[in-house]
């Protein structure tokens, strides 16, 4: 086996490796940013074109250390086209999810608001001596 082969049969699982990490990274990015992050879908992002990267990697290794095994060639290759579409696919998406995270911050205080209506200790402000506050009839 030459010196390359040798290489890229060691650099494939590595690559491979990076991938599964980069994408644990990019599913606690995207928590965060639902979660109320700001920044953290710009980071999603570029943590997804990284990991695209690697994905080319993995196809490349794949390439040349396996050119017997058409199994590992085309599971390369579906991991590259998968990751690459779906990098192409969040550019439209990134403009879109920040309209809908503006529009998903507006509904909670508008739930909030009927919530201090109906019931003040709820909404997180305790009347002043039991103001407002009807006693109950069981």
Same mark, same amino acid.
């Given at each position: 086996?030459?010196?390359?082969?040798?290489?890229? !049969?060691?650099? !494939?699982?590595?690559?491979?490796?990076?991938?599964?990490?980069? $994408?644990?990274? @990019? $599913?606690?990015? %995207?928590?965060?940013?639902? =979660?109320?992050?700001?920044?953290?879908?710009?980071? !999603?992002?570029? $943590?997804?074109?990284?990991?695209?990267? =690697?994905?080319?990697?993995?196809?490349?290794?794949?390439?040349?250390?396996?050119?017997?095994?058409?199994?590992?060639?085309?599971?390369?290759?579906?991991? =590259?086209? $998968?990751?690459?579409? @779906?990098?192409?696919?969040?550019?439209? %998406?990134?403009?879109?999810?920040?309209?809908?995270?503006?529009?998903?911050?507006?509904?909670?205080?508008?739930?909030?608001?009927?919530?201090?209506?109906?019931?003040?200790?709820?909404?997180?402000?305790?009347?002043?001596?039991?103001?407002?506050?009807?006693?109950?009839?069981?």
């Amino acid at each position: 086996m030459s010196t390359l082969r040798r290489i890229a !049969h060691t650099a !494939h699982p590595l690559a491979a490796a990076t991938v599964v990490l980069l $994408v644990f990274v @990019q $599913v606690y990015l %995207i928590a965060a940013y639902i =979660f109320g992050e700001p920044g953290a879908l710009d980071t !999603h992002m570029t $943590v997804g074109r990284i990991a695209v990267f =690697f994905e080319l990697i993995v196809l490349l290794t794949a390439l040349i250390g396996w050119r017997s095994d058409r199994s590992e060639i085309w599971m390369s290759v579906a991991l =590259f086209l $998968v990751g690459a579409l @779906q990098a192409s696919l969040a550019k439209d %998406i990134g403009k879109l999810a920040v309209g809908a995270r503006a529009a998903r911050d507006v509904r909670p205080s508008r739930a909030r608001a009927r919530v201090a209506h109906r019931s003040p200790e709820l909404a997180g402000g305790i009347p002043a001596s039991g103001a407002g506050l009807k006693p109950s009839r069981r």
